[in-house]
């Protein structure tokens, strides 16, 4: 059996864009009146508060916002994205006797936020300067716990040398929206392969 310990450096970027769509067909509440809008984002529901935005349409009588053809199409966009250090600390146990041999491996790893950022944009089309913007109204963690399994197998070329295959999945336990308004929880597959050398 052998134990290891490694790091992991990788980046979860989420995007979601809607264009030309009417208020009820996008996740946010208007209320032009108290100047506020709510989205209700997948990291949770963030309210804009003294919004100067123009929420009517291109005619002449859409300025009252008494009806609901008054309002104007909307572009939407939601940009997130994360960068994560992973500390895996695995156990790996062979099995076989000859030159060919099956890998299982397990473990924990412990993720480290290093960057995050998050972005609304809401822009009338008929007025695209008149825009939107919230920034990093995120609530995510430091840090994170997950899982890692791998099952694989390992080839001996010689006696110090051998070629790895090494499927693995990650899949973290804790939720990373600190809040818990909405869960996010990473995982990924990957297929690892490499040649190992034994000193």
Known sequence: ?????????????QEVELNDKRPKELPIL???DN?????????????????EFDFAGDDQDDQDLDDEDDFASLNFKEEQKFTFL???ITLRYELGKKRFKLLFQGGVITSITLKSSSKITLANIHKPEDVIEVKDYHQTKSFGVGGTISVGAKYDIAKR?????????NN?????????????KPYNFNFSTGLQYRF
Not at 35 to 49: D, N, R
């Open 161 to 169: 040398f051998s070629v790895l295959f090494l499927p693995t999945y």
């Open 1 to 13: 059996m052998t134990v290891s310990l490694g790091v992991d450096y990788n980046k979860l970027n």
């Open 35 to 51: 100047k506020i809008i709510t989205f209700y984002s997948s990291l949770g529901t963030v309210e804009a508060t003294n919004v």
């Open 86 to 88: 992973n500390i895996p």
């Open 172 to 184: 973290f336990f804790t939720n990373l929206n600190n809040d818990n308004a909405t869960k996010i």
């Open 30 to 32: 208007q209320d032009p």
